[in-house]
Structures are given as structure tokens and as C-alpha cells.
């Protein structure tokens, strides 16, 4: 383990982590779900709504400061854009051309950039153990993703490339604010924070929402207002929370490949679910994602 945190501290870093990961991991079949029932960006301003009005609730109790520092609005704005924006504006996108199984697979490339710029930014120069689990790792997503291109052929897999190329972006995005978040830390407590980064990353939804989108509240079932909650209270309010808490405790770069397990969980979620595809690739990619996860903590 790094000699930049304890091991308690680590421990609880893991623990935060696989918080995140599963509630990402489920999010990609419940955001799937959401979309038989509901305008795609308008949900989300409800998602939004819900979550920071429970963040909010939360920091009055605790009686955290809910306003950032002199000079730290434009931090708070920067990484809303990058850690929320990408998932709220253009990962949606991908899901028009895409399963959320796919989709999952990957937006999960986000490690390798994340381990990239976190040497430069960060100075966290990559051990060979961390190397070693973030190519074990990344052979399980690329065997769930060669089994989707073989399923599908390749013709099929040139009409998903809007896809392709809309949840590559939401990697990018988000890779980078895992790592500057790091490098330049918003200096307020993590829940006020939190509420900050929804409210500036959904603003772009608004706009597409009220220009684009049209509400029907007779159509929504059952299954999808529980996917509202779901898309609210978990995969933004308890997932982000979880997600920079575990940036505290642990290195950006090592944070990133725990996220490995994202795809893994969506995929598995997704089958279960929503009755996409499951056989002997999803079981084997499982085994190595989580090892190089393993392989890379231990590094």
C-alpha cells in the first residue's frame, strides 16, 4: 500500500470505493430503465433536485458550512462540469446508440486516463504491482467488450460509434476531475461540496430540458419513479459522497482502477435485469477486473 495513507485510512478509502462502485454499477440499468419512462434530461432535473435537497438537509444538520471559501467558486464550477456534467449531459447520449451494459464497459476506460495524468499532476508515478492490475483489470473490460463486438458484428458496431464516442468523452471528463480534484482540493466540507458539483453540472440540463423535452407524468410506472429515487438519492447523492471520500483516502490514480468494478457490477446488473446477454466472458472478465483490483491495492 502507498505510504501516503495509513492502512486504516485506507481501508476505510476501500470501503468508500466499493460504495461508489456499486451504486454506479447499478445506476447503468436503472438509467436505461428510466428511459422508457421519461424524458431523458428531464429526469435528471429531478434526480438533481432531489439529491441536493438532501445534501443540503444533511450539511444544516451537521452544520457544515454551505458556502465555499473566497476563491474556490470557480473550482466548485470546474469540477461540477467534469464530475457531474459528463454524466448528466453526455453519458445519456450514449445510451441512444448503446446497451447499458456496453455503455458501462466503456465509460470504464476512465482509469487509463486517470493513471495517466494523475503522473504528471499528481506525481504519482505508478508502481509495477498498480501496472500489473490496471492491465488485468483492463483485459476484463476489453473481454466483455470484444464479446459485445463479436455478438453484435461489426457493421452493427459502426452504427454505435455516436455512442462510442459520447461515453469516451463522459471518461475523459471525469477521469480529469478525479485527478484535479486531487491536485486542488475545494476547501469546504464534502457534503455542501457535493450539492454544489450537481447544481453546476446539471445546468446544461435545464437548458436541453425545457428546449428539447416534453413531460408526461401519466406514462411514468412504477418502476420508474423508483428509478428517479435510485438516479437521486444513490447514484448521486450517496455515490458521490462515497467517491470523494474515497479520493481523500486514497491515491487518484489507485481510486480510479477500484472503479474497474463499475462495469462489471453494470454488466451483471444489466443481464439480471434487463435481460441483456450474460455468459462464461462476463464470469471470467469478472474474475479478472476484481483481481486486478486486488493486484493493484496491494501494489
Not at 491515491?251 to 462489471?264: D, E, Q, S
Request: glycine share 10%.
Amino acid at each position: 500500500m502507498s505510504g501516503t495513507a495509513s492502512q486504516p485510512v485506507a481501508l476505510r478509502g476501500f470501503g468508500w470505493l466499493g460504495i461508489t462502485a456499486f451504486a454506479w454499477g447499478l445506476n447503468w440499468p436503472v438509467m436505461k430503465a428510466l428511459m422508457a419512462d421519461w424524458p431523458p434530461y428531464t429526469v435528471r432535473i429531478f434526480a438533481a433536485l432531489a439529491a441536493v435537497a438532501m445534501l443540503l438537509l444533511i450539511a444544516t444538520i451537521q452544520r457544515d458550512r454551505l458556502l465555499p471559501r473566497r476563491g474556490q467558486w470557480g473550482r466548485l464550477f470546474l469540477f461540477g462540469t467534469l464530475n457531474v456534467g459528463g454524466w448528466s449531459v453526455v453519458a445519456p447520449l450514449s445510451l441512444f446508440w448503446l446497451d447499458a451494459a456496453e455503455a458501462a464497459i466503456i465509460a470504464y476506460t476512465m482509469p487509463v486516463w486517470a493513471t495517466v495524468l494523475a503522473w504528471p499532476v499528481l506525481g504519482e508515478r505508478p508502481t509495477l504491482a498498480r501496472l500489473g492490475g490496471l492491465v488485468l483489470g483492463l483485459s476484463g473490460v476489453t473481454l466483455l467488450m470484444a464479446g459485445t463486438v463479436s455478438d453484435s458484428g461489426l457493421a452493427a458496431l459502426w452504427n454505435k460509434l455516436p455512442g462510442v464516442a459520447a461515453i469516451l468523452g463522459t471518461a475523459l471528463m471525469f477521469a480529469t476531475g478525479a485527478v484535479l480534484t486531487k491536485r486542488f482540493p475545494v476547501q469546504m466540507p464534502p457534503v455542501p461540496m457535493v450539492a454544489w458539483q450537481i447544481i453546476f453540472g446539471t445546468l446544461p440540463v435545464w437548458v436541453i430540458a425545457f428546449s428539447f423535452e416534453t413531460l408526461d407524468l401519466s406514462r411514468v410506472t412504477p418502476t420508474g419513479w423508483f428509478c428517479l429515487f435510485y438516479l437521486g438519492l444513490i447514484a448521486q447523492c450517496v455515490a458521490y459522497l462515497a467517491w470523494f471520500r474515497a479520493l481523500r483516502s486514497l491515491p487518484a490514480g489507485l481510486a480510479a482502477i477500484g472503479n474497474l468494478m463499475v462495469p462489471v457490477i453494470g454488466v451483471l446488473s444489466s443481464g439480471l435485469l434487463l435481460g441483456e446477454p450474460l455468459g462464461w466472458r462476463h464470469a471470467v472478465a469478472l474474475a479478472m477486473t476484481l483481481g486486478g483490483v486486488l493486484m493493484a491495492a496491494r501494489g
